[in-house]
């Protein structure tokens, strides 16, 4: 603008003046949010890279760590701005590549002030398609309104009155600060969002996962509504965790605990019972809202997801295909059978009223992407319903909800033609997809309450632990850590990062600096340093391409690619012999193969004399192997015996024998500089066993080494923690509150909004202008 004025929503930027004020009063924003709003409007609706960011905010002679740089100015103007990364009004992220403001600016035209990415145009017609009518339903002893076959959920009437009759503006915020805040105790943000026009007012709330606790890796379905929408249950630590909707925290629920990692968790239709899969135990099991001993309803092969029925029937995938059981427990019975020519995966099915047939999501070797699909039980067959897309739930109402990358769609559907009827319309940005799997991780209902998972990342720092237990934080600075590895020199970290990177970088201890080591569009993670320190080896993710690659640790030269597979797979770089001749590592098949992910170990030689090929392949699961220093023999975790334990088997004629190292449970197994000890974790504590002898191991009795550990180990795949090369000093990552302004900044989340259903309709009024939304 002439005058260097340009206005958006409340705010007016000057940017001759430098300030932004909201509603004629200004707002304090430091010198780098300011300068980064500036460059944002400057171009709406496009995307500015990262490497224009800093070229405008920092001198070119300036060093400066411009990841965390740049990601504390975009939080600090989030925060100014009031707006989210998870659901943003204002600044929008585009993964990997930098910001785009998606403001209305005042003399912008007609544009939207959100457009949201989605599968489709999204045009005028949805305003009319996507009504949704509320229905209520019949309540039972517990006020728990009886569900589809999609787990719906019902309101409760009196509490819907009693918001009805509050003021237009009213505030519902309930803040835990002090001590408690900074000690990761559930904080609830809400408030209540009330239009005239609406029948209902629209709540909002965040669910802040306490740092204590860790949302288990690579879970479907980790969240879950009961159908009066008293309480939101979701899977941490191995165990289910309950938040009754008034309450402050969450508690974990008896007679769950130690049976993890838990990969889903369900209510059932009148909200007195939750189901979960156990894996440790191979079983589909459930417990009483309230706690109690866990009943065994079934035994599965893995768990890709599933509903419970209005019908008594909890109908789940696996491997095989889709299967339904009584909730009183019994042998599953096949419904649908994947298609193993194909390589078929199918998961979260849901069964249709009526018998129209089972709702579930397909991914298969031989096409890419995911696509949702309705098969009749009876004559009909496979109906693809959706080309693109995930995890479908129906509402009685009329509509499908489904994921579509990071957006959450809402799309009418005709149960009598099992089509879809209308445009769809995108209502939430920021929904978190499983990077392997592309699982969406939502709840809905049918009469108003919606859950999902955000992508955020949590934030957390490196932590050294001596054997004493005393704790030193590193000095990198707090990023999105995973899988820490020393170099064999002691002078140098690797690891994963999580955020919108996911590549690998080395932090340098002596010259405090980070040293990017890959740069594609993969996922890379898990690096596994050469003997010699000059080398990583790890492995990347990239739609149906899994790979373990090389490349030189100072940051010279490209990626040489060791080996790589199509499908739905994964390839996780374990352990390299002392000789840095082999390479061991988990190859986890996710399509076809009995086991539901089949974990294998396998071999490949590194000078390239050979193919990759199965060093230890059985129908359990093994993984996490670690080859001794002296090249001799091979640790690992398998549950052969039903519980993960740890296992020595001679290497690498593995046939030689087996041996069990641990009791009682264990993973991640580790071993000493010097090879006289193995470490690995159990529960929340770590152990150690002495390993000597000869020809056949002699292995001592396990002894504590850690009695509490900074975080609770419950991922299946990958070694969380890395040991000094001296041997007295454990690394492991921590998950920090404190960077920021914001405590929360980076942490886990779930958005709960309820009477949702009121907010698709103003959306669709909002956007109903012939304004049409590019995917």
Partial sequence: MADGKTRFGPFELDTKAGELARSGRRVRLQDKPLKLLVALVERPHEVVTREELRARLWPPNMVVEFDDGLNTAVNKLRRALGDAAGAPRYVETVGRRGYRFIGQLADDGPVLEAPIPARARIAAATAKAIALPRRPGPSSEAGDVATGAGGAVSGDAAAAARERGRPNWQPAAVLAFGSALFAGVLIVAAFVLRDPSLESPVTRFTIVIPSAQRIEAGAYQSVAISPSSGHIAYVANGRVYLRPRDAAEARPVEGTENQGPLVGVLFSPDGEWMAYYSARYRELRKVPRTGGAPIRVAAAQGYLGGSWGADGRIVFAQSEGVYAVAETGGVPELLVAADRERGERLQNPVLLPNGRGVLFTVAAESEPGRRIVVQSLGVGGRRVTLASGTDARYLDTGHLVFGDGGTLVVEPFDLASLRTTGAPLAVAQGLLQQSVIQSADFAVSRSGTLVYRTAAQPLRTLVWVDREGNREIAEAPPRAYNYPRISPDGARIAVSLSDEDRDIFAWDSAERTFTRLTFNADVDMLPVWVLDSGRIVFGSRSGGRSNISRRSADGTGGAEVLVERQGDMVLQPNSVTP?????????????????????????????????????????????????????????????????????????????????????????????????????????????????????????????????????????????????????????????????????????????????????????????????????
């Fill in 579 to 775: 000789s840095a001749t082999h390479l061991v590592f988990r190859h986890a098949t996710f399509v076809g193969a009995a086991g539901g992910p089949d974990n294998d170990l396998w071999i490949l030689p590194l000078d390239g004399s050979g193919p990759a090929k199965p060093l230890l392949a059985t129908e359990r699961q093994e993984l996490n192997a670690e080859i001794s220093p002296d090249g001799r023999w091979l640790a690992y975790q398998s549950n052969e015996t039903g519980p993960f334990e740890i296992y020595i088997r001679p290497f690498p004629e593995i046939d030689g024998g087996v041996w069990q190292a641990s009791s009682g449970g264990g993973i991640q197994p580790l071993w000493a500089p010097d090879g006289g000890q193995l470490f690995y974790l159990a529960s929340e504590r770590m152990m150690s066993v002495s390993v000597s002898g000869g020809a056949t191991p002699s292995i001592g009795a396990a002894r504590v080494v850690l009695a509490s550990l900074p975080f609770l180990p419950y991922e299946r795949s990958g070694r969380a923690y890395d040991l000094s090369p001296d041997g007295q000093r454990f690394l492991f990552v921590n998950t920090t509150t404190t960077i920021s302004d914001d405590p929360f900044e980076g942490a886990d989340r779930y958005e709960v909004v309820l009477n949702w259903s009121e907010e698709l309709k103003r959306l669709a009024r909002a956007r109903g202008t012939g304004v049409v939304i590019e995917p």
